[in-house]
Structure formats: structure tokens, C-alpha cells
């Protein structure tokens, strides 16, 4: 038992030092003046991989697969839009986004949290499309030709990408901080045997 312990302290280490590694690597990455199309490539990777993480929290998790990712996703995107344009600061649209995003998880969860296997799933693609049949034929939101930042200034690209490294090294530390929890375990508790963790007392 004791070294069954000691090696998995050992592969944790490890996974820690190569993450920190590529987060070092990441960081120091623009310093050799690489070009601006990498830098955006790269921008829009840790933008994924902060997209990934989330959804991975109820997909990889729990194993309830949703469709509806997309729904939170782009209402935040359109919150962070619309405060930008509208003189806010970025860091209080980006708040803003992530509780227009929460609430609205909040709203939908609620009733298709009830369902289960694909019908939950089903229940998910059914929202997805409603709420992008909706956006795209409001006027406000740019319609099916997209919503429009009027960012102010000359476009900084670094540190558009230095936020989303900041943020994806944030997510990636939640996310196994959460795995490694009590509230971690019952998640996966429901992933393996749904009615087993209901018997047990995970709702």
C-alpha cells in the first residue's frame, strides 16, 4: 500500500513539473518573436483548451453529454461583446460573462438535469438549436452575420494572449483541483453508475 502511495505521489510530481513546464514554455514563447499568425493560433488553442476543460467537467466528469455547450459559450461571448462595446473594462466584461453564462446554465439545467443517458442529450441539442435560431434572427446580436468588437486603440495581441494563458493555466488548476475533491469523486461516482451514486447519496 505504502508504495503503491509513494509511486502515485511520484506520477502526480511528474504531471505537475510537465505542466508547469509548458506553462513556462508557453509564457517565454512570444519573447523569440514569433509571428503574429502563430500568436494568434495560439490564442485561439488556449481559448479551446479553457472550452475543453469546462466541458469536460460534465462530459469527462460525469459522463453526461451535453451539445448544449455552445448555448453558455456563445451567450458569455456576446455578454463580453456588448460590455466592451458598451465602455467597460474588459476584466468586468469578462465578470459579467461568466454570470450571464452561469445563470443561464442555471435555467436550463434546472429541468434537463432531470433526464437521463439520451434524452438528456437529445434535450441539449433541442436547446442548442432553439437558442441559435433566436440569436440569429435578433437584430442586436449582429444577426447570422456576427457581433462586432469596436475595440478601441491599436490591437494588442500579446496580451490577448497572455489573458488566455492566464485563464486556461487557471481552468486546468480548478479542474484538477476538483477532480481531487470529495465533490470531484461524486461526480465520477455518477459517471460509473448513476443509480449506485443516487443510492449512496449523490444527487
Do not use: C
Amino acid at each position: 500500500m505504502r508504495a503503491a502511495s509513494t509511486q502515485m505521489g511520484r506520477f502526480l510530481n511528474y504531471r505537475v513539473a510537465g505542466w508547469g513546464t509548458l506553462l513556462i514554455v508557453l509564457g517565454i514563447l512570444p519573447w523569440f518573436g514569433i509571428s503574429s499568425n502563430l500568436t494568434r493560433l495560439l490564442f485561439t488553442a488556449l481559448v479551446w483548451i479553457i472550452a475543453s476543460v469546462a466541458w469536460n467537467l460534465l462530459g469527462g466528469f460525469t459522463g453526461q453529454v451535453s451539445f448544449g455547450f455552445a448555448v453558455f459559450y456563445g451567450l458569455g461571448a456576446y455578454a463580453a461583446a456588448m460590455g466592451i462595446n458598451g465602455g467597460l473594462h474588459p476584466l468586468a466584461a469578462f465578470t459579467i460573462s461568466g454570470l450571464v453564462a452561469a445563470l443561464a446554465s442555471v435555467f436550463i439545467g434546472l429541468p434537463t438535469f432531470r433526464l437521463r443517458g439520451p434524452y438528456f442529450a437529445i434535450a441539449t441539442i433541442g436547446v442548442s438549436e432553439a437558442v441559435r435560431v433566436v440569436m440569429t434572427n435578433l437584430s442586436f446580436t449582429g444577426g447570422a452575420s456576427g457581433y462586432r468588437i469596436a475595440e478601441h486603440g491599436r490591437f494588442r495581441p500579446l496580451e490577448h494572449y497572455y489573458t488566455a494563458l492566464g485563464f486556461s493555466a487557471v481552468a486546468v488548476v480548478i479542474s484538477a483541483w476538483i477532480h481531487e475533491s470529495k465533490f470531484g469523486l461524486s461526480l465520477q461516482a455518477v459517471r460509473e453508475d448513476e443509480e449506485a451514486a443516487a443510492d449512496i447519496g449523490v444527487n
